[in-house]
Nanobody
């Protein structure tokens, strides 16, 4: 049974840092496309970062390039999102997702099959 569990959300001041974790079970993350998405109130879910199987390709949304870093610990079967220089506009519910293959862009939510329950990040100014 595939399961994704996010953790690490919370409140932080603008300019601060936070690290999100996504613990996976029921499959091996290095064999899957893995992604981080976020959804702010009243907005559509948007792709933040994604990585291809075996970490060959990592993609980032323009809005987070240079500030966010996706990484994986294959021994722990866990994916991370290190978020630095946080801004109030980064406030959202953050989700991790997995897919055995992507039929469209890796930052498109509709291409992922499995989702976690989300963890909330609030950045105050």
């Amino acid at each position: 049974q595939v399961q994704l569990v996010e953790s690490g959300g919370g409140s932080v001041q603008a300019g601060g840092s936070q690290r999100l974790s996504c613990a996976a079970s029921g499959f091996i993350i290095k064999d899957y496309w893995m992604g981080w998405f976020r959804q702010a109130p009243g907005k559509e879910r948007e792709g933040v970062a994604a990585v291809s199987p075996r970490g060959v390709i990592t993609s980032y949304a323009e809005s987070v390039k240079g500030r966010f870093t996706l990484s994986q610990d294959n021994a722990k079967n866990t994916m991370y999102l290190q978020m630095n220089s946080l801004k109030p506009e980064d406030t959202a519910m953050y989700y991790c997702a997995a897919a055995p293959a992507v039929s469209s862009g890796s930052l498109r939510a509709d291409t992922y099959n499995y989702w976690g329950q989300g963890t909330r990040v609030t950045v105050s100014s």
